[in-house]
């Protein structure tokens, strides 16, 4: 399977602007073609977007953090986000984005323009969609989009609430169908997809006692659950991964948010406990944002997840 990304990604990283963070910014890693990297989004309270890119080497690296946007959420009401996905328009010179956020008890859609690839957002393109209440108590969002090529061939939204993960097929981004239900699920704190095929999506998620787990869920038939770890993961609120540029590995960071510290870590193909896991260390950054989501070409075969 051949993984890439588009060009220049870390050259616009490191890219001279206004930083939103003192720290000094990581030079990029230098080993050249196969080291991992992360494209991370961060919505803080005040609903303003931040962008980083973190470096899967020890230590870990990461770009400056720059503004993605501003006032793209109301004050206050962010509980939950999808990730970020993103399209290039034509003519390469900006990017639409598209992102389902849960404000408090309604599910969004928010959508929006940039000029360039930062933080110029278009404020008259700037769109919340509401698509239904009860969403208040979810603990995790995600949406998974499946491409051949360019082109769509499913689409479905995920969602933790109790002891229960949902899922809905989803059509025109707003429209949601076919509700099915998993339970069981109550121990689990987080979850971050890592692998994305035409009949099946595979979370990474972590439990409140401190195991560590992958679920498969088909679209049709039962989740496979297999451990990972047994225990020490309970330090995370949230988990974002990522494995475009890492072949068949994937690299995550873990966010404890009661003291803002992201880790970093890089995952082989995941086994269940026979999966090699790497520690690389605390990202040089401090993380005080409500949500943390996934940055990545949403309508690219080659930007889908491919980590079990």
Known sequence: MIRKRAAGLVGLALAAGALVQAEPATAAPTEGPGFCQLSLGS???????????????????????????KDLLPDNQLRVASGIGTQTNADQTGESRRQYVVLGSTLNLLTYTVNGFWGEVDPATVKRTAIGGGWGDVRYLESSRFNRGTTLVRQNMYAVLGDTILRWNVVNGTSFAQKTTYAGFSAVKTMTLIS???????FLASTRLGALYTIRIPLTGKPVVK?????????FEALVADGIT????????????????PYLYEFGHANGTATVIKALGKVPRTFNEVAYSRVFADNQEYEQLFGE
């Open 43 to 69: 919505t803080t309270s005040e609903g303003d977007l931040i962008l980083r890119t973190m470096y899967g080497v020890t230590p870990p690296g990461a770009s400056p953090s720059r503004w993605g946007g």
């Open 196 to 202: 994305q095929t035409a009949t099946y999506d595979t």
């Open 227 to 235: 451990v990972v770890r047994r225990s020490t993961w309970q330090g």
């Open 246 to 261: 890492c072949g068949d590995n994937t690299i995550v960071v873990g966010v404890d948010k009661e003291t803002g510290t």
